[in-house]
């Protein structure tokens, strides 16, 4: 017993001195860790002191207690390179919060040693490099409450020990190379508020244990490999608020428990491979204000009561078979502000469905069967709208062709009849085509500085072609005019177009020649190497994309993706007449050029082998004369190739590619020759020499003449010979007297040799 | 009854496998992307093969008939290298594989035989080498043949005079050994078709005996 105040002196030295040493051992731990790093980044900067005590606690990043140990070590994009190998995990028995976030260059894995940190509450590991697999030894943490490590290259499982956690109150694993499923231990997991498992190659199925995380109110599992059903349990998930199962390999139905979810606001189950109608209750109970369907192969109509709570603002859903839309749905949705139903099966009446939505900036309503008129004041400050391919008729509203906020009006492949002058000036896009349209030029003269598309083709539009048309669209890309009933000639102005990539104007009533001025399109001059962004939207929306029908390579195509690097001109089904313009060549960025069924006369121009990058040329069914120059052998991309109906001579010249084209291509044109024509041409000693229409016409001329020549020379001499002895006795008696006189002579001699 | 049902059943679906339509277009599509991950495109020619379409048709170089199958491929002197894949083959309603003036490496793969309604193939002025392809004599509508300007080696196969659609061939400038075939449309080809080929022997004599110098 008299020891025992020795003892507890000693045991309060001993804890003292533990005390000192921790802090030392601390101080030692993150130096010796630091010295291990291949570069310490911020460290250097950041782990120091002025005065010559080396306390961690003054040190940025770190935090103490008020015993001087170490409880919070942060590490925020400290550019150091290395690795967590040599750090002393148990150096740190105090450490509640730890979070190295955003080192593109720590790497290496998370060692086992990291669940010796027993007082951990937070551990945040997220943006670095991190590889391997998650520790089994984390879940010995049983103070955890908030764990990350997204965005990392961890592999494997994800342990199921971990999934079993039930101290956790967030885990975030999202965005690493996670496989295998999702065990069933995730029940135990009561106090989660938030789990992200989004990004990761996850399989199998969701667990049903799911229903016990009933303090759950985020759930991200999307950009995985689930499959199977979603189980039918997570209506008892009654403090869901977002759900996020989108881009997995879901099936089957959407289980109609999830409509009775109290506090549900976000649910999102794009590109899946769901199934059925939707449950037909969605929205009658909960707060919904996001809804994503798209990409699945729902079917039926939408829940009537999706917009009951009044909060609903984006509703997703393309892609699916949905087949009618109930009016009651969305008419008196004040509140939304996106709504995408494009490509499904939808018959409703327009004007019945929508009501007044001051918010809706963004609806696309297009390849459906919507039908009926447009309402005039239904989207009053809408920015998108996209209507194209329904059965919608009538007038198009004067208040849409006076918005101050559109910016793209899609409205083609539709049954309207009348359109106002259109003055919106913040208008980028324009798609008016394949309607019942009339009238002139439907655009009001002004400053389009922000249109880039304008189709108002395959309507019956008529007049001649505004002479300002040049000057108004500083940046207009295409100009589809094509299939109307304008006449009269091709303003000059219109070169002025800078940006003009494709023109369209076929089938039209157009006339005189094609302008010389064509040549100084920029735009089409240069070769289009990338395919930029088409259209620049000044804010960000997945629901549009521009597109636009091209007559190409003998079909009518839509071109999406592809539509910034179309340049091409289409000129054909016109009365143009004249030659084509020489500098028409200049313009090496066409990848297509129709000018046929046309008048068009004169040669085609030498140099058309300057248009390298062309894979189309049509020049058929017109005037045209003369040969094939041989330059066409320079178009080696060419893949169509059009001069029948023509008046072309001569010899097709020979080439690789031009051989790929068979007779079609020449016929009908009367001097032409050579393969593959049969009919083979005029040759001497072997060698190709392309006869002009004007030489073989003057050989001939030659011929007769020589003839003629011979003839009249036999004539000539006849008639001068036997005429003068006809008319003049006195020649006749001196012929005949010296014809006798030589027949003496002859007989004599004759006589002389015979004996 | 049921007996029967078995058999009967598992004899419809082999049927029913069979006359189903074959290749789907995006299988053309999914060749052709096949083809252009092996290849360096330096000119950006193939940036317009998008594999997310439904079908390769909108693509730029790529021609296709009504039925959405590609029947062109041309892509001459377009600087593109790398090796013709074999999923060339999958094209099985190709009419023009013009490839002619690039770096194309590596062998002509034996699959280009199943592509029976090939009318010309133009692969001149490249960087092949290895032999050429005894099933090219598979391609009945074969016209026009031209592999000139390569580093092909080994024989012309005899098969091909089997071709007798065949109008032009130009096999010079390569490395071929052996004899040339003499028969069918061989006998219509003017000797350039054939230059350059220094270990190339000469038409080949037909006797009793076939004569193989062997290469």
Same mark, same amino acid.
Request: charged letters at 15%.
């Given at each position: 017993?008299?020891?025992?105040?020795?003892?507890?002196?000693?045991?309060?030295?001993?804890?003292?001195?533990?005390?000192?040493?921790?802090?030392?051992?601390?101080? @030692? *731990?993150?130096? *010796?860790?630091?010295?291990?790093?291949?570069?310490?980044?911020?460290?250097?900067?950041?782990?120091?002191?002025?005065?010559?005590?080396?306390?961690?606690?003054?040190?940025?990043? &770190?935090?103490?207690?008020?015993?001087?140990?170490?409880?919070?070590?942060?590490?925020?994009?400290?550019?150091?390179?290395?690795?967590?190998?040599?750090?002393?995990?148990?150096?740190?028995?105090?450490?509640?919060?730890?979070?190295?976030?955003?080192?593109?260059?720590?790497?290496?894995? =998370?060692?086992?040693? !990291?669940?010796?940190?027993?007082?951990?509450?937070?551990?945040?590991?997220?943006?670095?490099?991190?590889?391997?697999? !998650?520790?089994?030894?984390?879940?010995?943490?049983?103070?955890?409450?908030?764990?990350?490590?997204?965005?990392?290259?961890?592999?494997?499982?994800?342990?199921?020990?971990?999934?079993?956690?039930?101290?956790?109150?967030?885990?975030?694993?999202?965005? $690493?190379?996670?496989?295998?499923?999702?065990?069933?231990?995730?029940?135990n997991m009561f106090n989660l508020e938030e789990l992200s498992l989004n990004g990761n190659y996850i399989n199998g199925a969701i667990p049903r244990e799911i229903e016990h995380l009933n303090k759950l109110t985020g759930l991200y599992l999307y950009k995985n490999e689930l499959s199977g059903q979603i189980p039918l349990e997570i209506g008892n998930m009654t403090e869901l608020q977002i759900a996020d199962l989108s881009d997995n390999k879901l099936q089957g139905n959407i289980p109609a428990t999830i409509a009775q979810l109290p506090n549900l606001s976000e649910l999102d189950l794009e590109n899946n491979?769901?199934?059925?109608?939707?449950?037909?209750?969605?929205?009658?109970?909960?707060?919904?204000?996001?809804?994503?369907?798209?990409?699945?192969?729902? =079917?039926?109509?939408?829940?009537?009561?999706?917009?009951?709570?009044?909060?609903?603002?984006?509703?997703?859903?393309?892609?699916?078979?949905?087949?009618?839309?109930?009016?009651?749905?969305?008419?008196?949705?004040?509140?939304?502000?996106?709504?995408?139903?494009?490509?499904?099966?939808?018959?409703?009446?327009?004007?019945?469905?929508?009501?007044?939505?001051?918010?809706?900036? =963004?609806?696309?309503?297009?390849? $459906?069967?919507?039908?009926?008129?447009? +309402?005039?004041?239904?989207?009053?400050? #809408?920015?998108?709208?996209?209507?194209?391919?329904?059965?919608?008729?009538?007038?198009?509203? /004067?208040?849409?062709?006076?918005?101050?906020?559109?910016?793209?009006?899609?409205?083609?492949?539709? $049954?309207?009849?009348?359109?106002?002058?259109? @003055?919106?000036?913040?208008?980028?896009?324009?798609?008016?085509?394949?309607?019942?349209?009339?009238?002139?030029?439907?655009?009001?003269?002004?400053?389009?500085?922000?249109?880039?598309?304008?189709?108002?083709?395959?309507?019956?539009?008529?007049?001649?072609?505004?002479?300002?048309?040049?000057?108004?669209?500083?940046?207009?890309?295409?100009?589809?005019?094509?299939?109307?009933?304008?006449?009269?000639?091709?303003?000059?102005?219109?070169?002025?177009?800078?940006?003009?990539?494709?023109?369209?104007?076929?089938?039209?009533?157009?006339?005189?020649?094609?302008?010389?001025?064509?040549?100084?399109?920029?735009?089409?001059?240069?070769?289009?190497?990338?395919?930029?962004?088409?259209?620049?939207?000044?804010?960000?929306?997945?629901?549009?994309?521009?597109?636009?029908?091209?007559?190409? /390579?003998?079909?009518?195509?839509?071109?999406?993706?592809?539509?910034?690097?179309?340049?091409?001109?289409?000129?054909?089904?016109? *009365?143009?007449?004249?030659?084509? +313009?020489?500098?028409?060549? /200049?313009?090496?960025?066409? #990848?297509?050029?129709?000018?046929?069924?046309?008048?068009?006369?004169?040669?085609?121009?030498?140099?058309?082998?300057?248009?390298?990058?062309?894979?189309?040329?049509?020049?058929?069914?017109?005037?045209?004369?003369?040969?094939?120059?041989?330059?066409?052998?320079?178009?080696?991309?060419?893949?169509?190739?059009?001069?029948?109906?023509?008046?072309?001579?001569?010899?097709?010249?020979?080439?690789?590619?031009?051989?790929?084209?068979?007779?079609?291509?020449?016929?009908?044109?009367?001097?032409?020759?050579?393969?593959?024509? +049969?009919?083979?041409?005029?040759?001497?000693?072997?060698?190709?020499?392309?006869?002009?229409?004007?030489?073989?016409?003057?050989?001939?001329?030659?011929? &007769?003449?020589?003839?003629?020549?011979?003839?009249?020379?036999?004539?000539?001499?006849?008639?001068?010979?036997?005429?003068?002895?006809?008319?003049?006795?006195?020649?006749?008696?001196?012929?005949?007297?010296?014809?006798?006189?030589?027949?003496?002579?002859?007989?004599?001699?004759?006589?002389?040799?015979?004996? | 009854?049921?007996?029967?049902?078995?058999?009967?059943?598992?004899?419809?679906?082999?049927?029913?496998?069979?006359?189903?339509?074959?290749?789907?277009?995006?299988?053309?599509?999914?060749?052709?992307?096949?083809?252009?991950?092996?290849?360096?495109?330096?000119?950006?020619?193939?940036?317009?093969?998008?594999?997310?379409?439904?079908?390769?048709?909108?693509?730029?170089?790529?021609?296709?008939?009504?039925?959405?199958?590609?029947?062109?491929?041309?892509?001459?002197?377009?600087?593109?290298?790398?090796?013709?894949?074999?999923?060339?083959?999958?094209?099985?309603?190709?009419?023009?594989?013009?490839?002619?003036?690039?770096?194309?490496?590596?062998?002509?793969?034996?699959?280009?035989?199943?592509?029976?309604?090939?009318?010309?193939?133009?692969?001149?002025?490249?960087?092949?080498?290895?032999?050429?392809?005894?099933?090219?004599?598979?391609?009945?509508?074969?016209?026009?043949?031209?592999?000139?300007?390569?580093?092909?080696?080994?024989?012309?196969?005899?098969?091909?005079?089997?071709?007798?659609?065949?109008?032009?061939?130009?096999?010079?400038?390569?490395?071929?050994?052996?004899?040339?075939?003499?028969?069918?449309?061989?006998?219509?080809?003017?000797?350039?078709?054939?230059?350059?080929?220094?270990?190339?022997?000469?038409?080949?004599?037909?006797?009793?005996?076939?004569?193989?110098?062997?290469?």
């Amino acid at each position: 017993m008299p020891s025992s105040p020795l003892l507890f002196f000693l045991l309060f030295l001993c804890f003292f001195c533990t005390q000192l040493s921790c802090t030392e051992t601390e101080v @030692q *731990a993150l130096l *010796a860790w630091r010295s291990s790093l291949k570069d310490p980044g911020c460290l250097t900067q950041n782990w120091t002191s002025n005065n010559i005590s080396t306390d961690p606690c003054q040190w940025r990043g &770190i935090k103490c207690n008020e015993t001087g140990s170490i409880i919070s070590l942060s590490i925020l994009s400290c550019q150091i390179d290395g690795t967590l190998d040599k750090f002393n995990f148990s150096s740190f028995p105090n450490l509640t919060r730890l979070e190295m976030v955003g080192n593109e260059n720590l790497h290496g894995g =998370i060692p086992k040693e !990291i669940g010796t940190l027993h007082n951990l509450q937070f551990l945040d590991l997220r943006f670095n490099n991190l590889v391997g697999e !998650i520790p089994v030894t984390i879940s010995n943490l049983s103070n955890l409450e908030d764990l990350d490590l997204s965005f990392n290259l961890l592999t494997g499982a994800i342990p199921s020990a971990i999934l079993n956690m039930s101290g956790l109150h967030s885990l975030d694993l999202g965005l $690493n190379n996670l496989t295998g499923q999702i065990p069933r231990t995730i029940g135990n997991m009561f106090n989660l508020e938030e789990l992200s498992l989004n990004g990761n190659y996850i399989n199998g199925a969701i667990p049903r244990e799911i229903e016990h995380l009933n303090k759950l109110t985020g759930l991200y599992l999307y950009k995985n490999e689930l499959s199977g059903q979603i189980p039918l349990e997570i209506g008892n998930m009654t403090e869901l608020q977002i759900a996020d199962l989108s881009d997995n390999k879901l099936q089957g139905n959407i289980p109609a428990t999830i409509a009775q979810l109290p506090n549900l606001s976000e649910l999102d189950l794009e590109n899946n491979q769901l199934n059925g109608t939707v449950p037909p209750y969605l929205g009658n109970n909960s707060n919904l204000e996001w809804i994503m369907l798209s990409n699945n192969d729902f =079917i039926g109509t939408f829940p009537p009561l999706l917009c009951r709570s009044g909060k609903l603002k984006y509703l997703w859903a393309t892609k699916n078979s949905f087949n009618s839309l109930l009016p009651i749905t969305l008419k008196n949705c004040s509140s939304l502000i996106e709504l995408d139903l494009s490509d499904n099966n939808i018959r409703a009446d327009v004007s019945q469905t929508f009501g007044e939505h001051p918010n809706l900036s =963004i609806i696309n309503l297009s390849e $459906n069967r919507f039908y009926g008129r447009l +309402p005039s004041n239904w989207v009053k400050n #809408i920015m998108i709208l996209s209507l194209q391919d329904n059965r919608l008729r009538g007038d198009i509203p /004067k208040e849409l062709a006076n918005s101050t906020s559109l910016v793209i009006l899609n409205l083609s492949n539709n $049954n309207f009849s009348s359109l106002p002058l259109i @003055q919106a000036p913040t208008l980028q896009s324009l798609h008016v085509s394949n309607n019942k349209l009339t009238g002139e030029f439907p655009l009001l003269q002004q400053n389009w500085t922000n249109l880039v598309t304008l189709d108002i083709g395959k309507n019956n539009f008529y007049g001649e072609m505004p002479s300002w048309i040049g000057s108004s669209f500083p940046v207009l890309k295409i100009l589809r005019l094509g299939s109307n009933m304008f006449e009269g000639y091709i303003p000059p102005k219109l070169s002025m177009l800078n940006n003009l990539r494709l023109l369209d104007f076929s089938n039209n009533n157009l006339k005189g020649p094609i302008p010389h001025v064509l040549s100084h399109m920029h735009s089409m001059v240069v070769k289009t190497i990338t395919n930029d962004s088409y259209i620049d939207l000044y804010f960000n929306s997945t629901v549009y994309e521009e597109s636009i029908d091209f007559m190409w /390579k003998g079909v009518e195509a839509t071109y999406q993706e592809t539509i910034a690097l179309l340049t091409g001109i289409d000129l054909s089904c016109n *009365a143009f007449s004249g030659e084509i +313009p020489e500098d028409l060549m /200049k313009l090496q960025g066409l #990848i297509s050029l129709n000018l046929s069924r046309n008048q068009l006369s004169g040669m085609i121009p030498h140099n058309i082998g300057n248009l390298t990058s062309l894979e189309v040329l049509d020049l058929s069914m017109n005037l045209l004369s003369g040969t094939i120059p041989p330059s066409i052998l320079n178009l080696t991309g060419l893949d169509a190739l059009n001069l029948s109906h023509n008046k072309l001579t001569g010899q097709i010249p020979s080439g690789p590619q031009l051989q790929t084209f068979n007779l079609s291509a020449f016929s009908y044109n009367d001097g032409l020759c050579g393969f593959p024509l +049969p009919n083979n041409c005029l040759t001497h000693n072997n060698s190709i020499v392309p006869l002009l229409r004007n030489e073989a016409r003057h050989k001939k001329l030659e011929v &007769i003449w020589i003839i003629c020549s011979v003839i009249l020379g036999y004539v000539t001499g006849f008639w001068a010979y036997f005429g003068a002895l006809y008319w003049k006795i006195s020649l006749r008696f001196v012929v005949f007297h010296f014809t006798d006189k030589m027949q003496d002579k002859m007989m004599k001699w004759c006589g002389r040799y015979l004996h | 009854m049921a007996i029967w049902f078995l058999p009967f059943s598992s004899v419809l679906l082999l049927v029913l496998s069979f006359t189903s339509p074959v290749i789907s277009s995006n299988s053309e599509g999914d060749a052709l992307h096949a083809l252009r991950a092996k290849l360096s495109d330096p000119n950006n020619v193939l940036q317009s093969w998008d594999p997310t379409l439904i079908n390769p048709c909108t693509w730029f170089h790529v021609t296709c008939d009504n039925n959405n199958r590609v029947i062109r491929l041309d892509l001459g002197n377009s600087n593109i290298s790398g090796p013709l894949g074999v999923e060339i083959g999958h094209l099985e309603h190709l009419q023009f594989l013009e490839l002619y003036r690039n770096k194309f490496e590596g062998k002509l793969p034996d699959e280009l035989g199943n592509l029976k309604y090939l009318i010309s193939i133009d692969l001149s002025e490249n960087n092949l080498h290895g032999a050429i392809p005894k099933s090219l004599s598979k391609l009945k509508s074969l016209r026009f043949l031209r592999l000139n300007d390569n580093k092909l080696s080994g024989p012309i196969p005899r098969e091909l005079s089997l071709l007798s659609n065949l109008k032009a061939l130009n096999l010079s400038n390569n490395d071929l050994c052996g004899t040339v075939p003499t028969d069918g449309p061989f006998s219509t080809f003017p000797p350039q078709s054939f230059a350059n080929n220094t270990r190339l022997n000469g038409p080949e004599l037909l006797g009793l005996a076939p004569y193989d110098f062997g290469c």
